[in-house]
């Protein structure tokens, strides 16, 4: 499959901006490299309370599989992390690279 790259832009709950990009950053972010994922890189807009990041995914599933991978993952479930606690709003696009 070819690589694939999204890019997410999360809206996060009033307050819950730090929390989350820890959280991201320390239990998201092994399992998703774990599992074959890149991070392209993260940033965070405080004036609007969000989070974008970049991932990709490069192997011989699709990212929409291998997306399915980590939302069944032993070690996803065990995070207790429902993203609705944090995210008030998502959007996941699919983006390509222009050279």
Known sequence: MAKTTQLRTYTV???MLDEWVERWREE???LR???GF???GAWVDRERNRFVWLISY??????EERNAVYWAS????AMGLD???YLA?????????VR
């Open 58 to 63: 490069d192997g011989p599933e699709t990212f």
């Open 74 to 77: 032993p070690r996803r479930k």
């Open 33 to 35: 490299l774990a599992l």
């Open 83 to 85: 993203p609705d606690d």
């Open 89 to 97: 709003h998502t959007d996941d696009r699919t983006v390509e690279r």
């Open 13 to 15: 709950r009033d307050g």
């Open 38 to 40: 890149t991070i392209d």
């Open 28 to 30: 998201i972010v092994p």
